[in-house]
């Protein structure tokens, strides 16, 4: 029996985008728990509660109303140090700019950069390259 992740956090504005998401990575069956937020103020109200149920690993848009993608990653790294948590975060998007992934390569936070939608192969890459363990 693999071992697996304890929370997968979706910051995405589109519910039916989150809705497909979460069926790729429960058919794959990789996670205890996948949460989906609908903004970077969301994850950040996630992130600071008391959940015993800590993002492993968040993808994150890029394009989203009230707090986008790279507004969540400033805010982010002002958490007080018991908020933050050993995370990879990738960023999963349908933007075309590719100013947008060459931007991404300057955040330490950033782990990758993944076009829309995921799909049980890029989940399965992410889950080898940064999880080893989990498979």
Same mark, same amino acid.
């Given at each position: #029996?693999?071992?697996?992740?304890? =929370? @997968?956090?979706?910051?995405?504005?589109?519910?039916?985008?989150? /809705?497909?998401?979460?069926? %790729? @990575?429960?058919?794959?069956? =990789?996670?205890?728990? !996948?949460?989906? %937020?609908?903004?970077?103020?969301? &994850?950040?109200?996630?992130? $600071?509660?008391?959940? $015993?149920?800590?993002?492993?690993? !968040?993808?994150?848009? !890029?394009?989203?109303?009230? #707090?986008?993608?790279?507004? /969540?990653?400033? &805010?982010?790294?002002?958490?007080?140090?018991?908020?933050? %948590?050993?995370?990879? %975060? #990738?960023?999963?998007?349908?933007?075309?700019?590719?100013?947008?992934? !060459?931007? &991404?390569?300057?955040?330490?936070?950033?782990?990758?950069?993944?076009?829309?939608?995921?799909?049980?192969? +890029?989940?399965?890459? @992410? +889950?080898?390259?940064?999880?080893?363990?989990?498979?």
């Amino acid at each position: #029996m693999k071992k697996k992740l304890n =929370c @997968i956090l979706l910051v995405d504005d589109d519910e039916p985008t989150n /809705f497909l998401h979460e069926m %790729v @990575i429960s058919d794959f069956d =990789c996670t205890e728990k !996948i949460v989906s %937020v609908q903004d970077g103020n969301e &994850a950040l109200e996630y992130l $600071k509660s008391s959940h $015993k149920d800590k993002p492993d690993l !968040i993808f994150l848009d !890029i394009n989203m109303p009230g #707090m986008n993608g790279w507004e /969540f990653l400033e &805010a982010y790294q002002h958490l007080e140090e018991k908020q933050k %948590v050993s995370v990879v %975060v #990738m960023m999963l998007t349908t933007s075309l700019n590719p100013d947008d992934e !060459i931007k &991404a390569k300057k955040y330490d936070l950033i782990h990758g950069y993944k076009k829309k939608p995921l799909t049980e192969e +890029i989940l399965k890459e @992410i +889950i080898h390259t940064y999880f080893p363990d989990k498979l």
